[in-house]
Nanobody, 127 residues
Framework: QVQLVESGGGLVQTGGSLRLSCAAS????????MGWFRQAPGKEREFVAA????????YYADSVNGRFTISRDNAKNTVYLQMNSLKPEDRAVYYC????????????????????WGQGTQVTVSS
């Protein structure tokens, strides 16, 4: 069992930056692939980024590629999402997720590719 707690959300102006963190409980964090998803009001939850257990592989949604960076620190049981050049359309609740499948595959771009979810953190971008 893994518990995930996101933090770092808030209000930022267009063009600004935020860094989200996701702290995981449990001694097996380093064996999980991790992902970030987001859900805007009235929309379905969508994939943002994923990282393999070692950090050597990453995936990004086209909408954030080049602006967002996912990383992890297995010694701290934490995964990060650095968000730069934020746009109003980035406004959403951001969720951290953990997958027992440690190597990235196509499933990691889908909700069903993950086994554990955090409660989410709100990101608001003002225009």
């Amino acid at each position: 069992q893994v518990q995930l707690v996101e933090s770092g959300g808030g209000l930022v102006q267009t063009g600004g930056s935020l860094r989200l963190s996701c702290a995981a409980s449990g001694r097996t964090f380093s064996s999980y692939a991790m992902g970030w998803f987001r859900q805007a009001p009235g929309k379905e939850r969508e994939f943002v980024a994923a990282i393999s257990w070692s950090g050597s592989s990453t995936y990004y949604a086209d909408s954030v590629n080049g602006r967002f960076t996912i990383s992890r620190d297995n010694a701290k049981n934490t995964v990060y999402l650095q968000m730069n050049s934020l746009k109003p359309e980035d406004r959403a609740v951001y969720y951290c997720a953990a997958s027992t499948r440690s190597t990235l595959g196509s499933d990691h771009r889908r909700n069903y590719g993950y086994d554990y979810w955090g409660q989410g953190t709100q990101v608001t971008v003002s225009s």
